[in-house]
């Protein structure tokens, strides 16, 4: 059975998170959506939220077993371990994020002996959760950048900090 994890802050989850997930489950068994913490960004929207959004953005995966999502903190190596996975999938929309996840990727194989598997962007090159976060400050439609169910999560938190 081969788990794949694709961590990150989704923060907000976006199609080109979707999009890879998409792709990650044409090779993995179970792609586990692992919503965690970047040490260098603060959250606007919760974890807990997150979680619920992307698991009811995937409902029928998620009722097949074929995608798992859960939030969680620490390190993602040991996290992907406590899983069982054995494999990191990442996103990669250009040169930029080749060189960030350089260090990861030889880390996470030396200490945990986990192999990381890259997926390029293709739908969504540009997208980012920051830019999102903008169109969303400047009060206009993100629709076209997030899926229904987190849009929910974007409409619940407007006039907070969002
Ligand atoms: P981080 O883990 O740095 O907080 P994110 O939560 O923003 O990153 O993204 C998680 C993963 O998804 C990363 O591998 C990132 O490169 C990738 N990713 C982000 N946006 C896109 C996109 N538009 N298309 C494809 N991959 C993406």
Redesign the pocket.
Known sequence: MKIGLY?????PF?Y??K??VEKALLFCDIVLIGIGD?AS?LRTYSKGEMEKAVSAEFSAEVACGRIVVKQYSGLTGDFALKENATLLI????NAG?LKVEEDFTVFNRKVYGLETVFIM?DK??Q???TLVKEVIRANCDAGDFIPPKVLEVVARNSGSNA
């Open positions: 961590a990150g802050s989704f923060d976006t080109g998170h999009e890879i970047n960004k990442r996103g990669i929309r994020d962007a969504y090159p997208l980012s959760s």
